[in-house]
């Protein structure tokens, strides 16, 4: 079974920082790697995927997150981070073959002024 | 187009009481799931359907029963709540399983 890993409960930071979330999952077969994000008392929300192609992807607000194969990781940074951005983040696996999703157990952001 | 709707957004329950939580979807998605989320826990999956008429288990299933009758519906049961069951329960869905779920606000429930 893979799982998935958040190294960090809780990342603190001042505005206009750069922060990195980090995502590492356990699997020896293809995966499919995905970011969503949580506002408070919300639902989650895609921030960022990777099915295939370039191992850099990036979202629409200025996250962005790479594919490391040789170190089983995914890890979600962005260079100048907002106190909008305030969430919890869930990085998630899906096996090629399955339809299921594995989640880690979060990252809250908490950015400061 | 609402997307994914849950019904109701918060309930409180006695222990051994039963309810059932509707998740609708417009997307005309054919995969559906049922997750819980606790504090430091995540999303667990509970079960999830590949299509009207179909229902799985996923992680955690005891104590909860699913039907998918209409496509986009997709109902999750509790036939004797206990206070275990606490919880933020949110419903997902998919085009075709491969790609990125979609998810609705959440239902807020507490048993005492």
């Known amino acids: 079974a893979q799982s998935v890993t958040q190294l960090d409960s809780q990342v603190p930071v001042f505005e206009e920082a750069p922060v990195e979330l980090r995502c590492n999952y356990s699997s020896s077969v293809s995966v499919y790697l995905f970011w969503y994000v949580q506002y408070p008392n919300q639902g989650l929300q895609l921030l960022l995927k990777?099915?295939?192609?370039?191992?850099l992807v990036e979202s629409i607000n200025g996250f962005e997150a790479e594919f490391n194969k040789s170190q089983t990781s995914f890890h979600l940074r962005k260079p100048s981070v907002h106190i909008s951005d305030t969430a919890e983040y869930f990085c998630a696996v899906r096996l090629s073959g399955y339809s299921t999703l594995t989640f880690g157990k979060g990252t809250m952001l908490l950015v400061s002024p | 187009n609402a997307g994914v709707t849950q019904t109701p957004k918060f309930r409180v329950l006695k222990t051994g009481q039963s309810m059932t939580l509707l998740c609708a979807q417009d997307m005309n998605h054919e995969y559906m799931y049922w997750y819980r989320q606790d504090p430091g826990m995540g999303l667990r999956l509970i079960h999830y359907s590949v299509g009207e008429g179909t229902t799985a288990k996923g992680e955690v299933p005891d104590g909860y029963n699913v039907s998918r009758l209409k496509k986009q519906n997709f109902l999750l049961g509790l036939e004797s709540a206990a206070p275990s069951q606490t919880s933020v329960y949110f419903c997902?869905?998919?085009?075709?399983?491969?790609?990125?779920?979609?998810f609705g606000p959440g239902t807020r429930l507490t048993v005492t």
């Open positions: 990777y099915l295939s192609g370039s191992t």
């Open positions: 997902a869905s998919s085009v075709d399983g491969q790609y990125e779920q979609y």
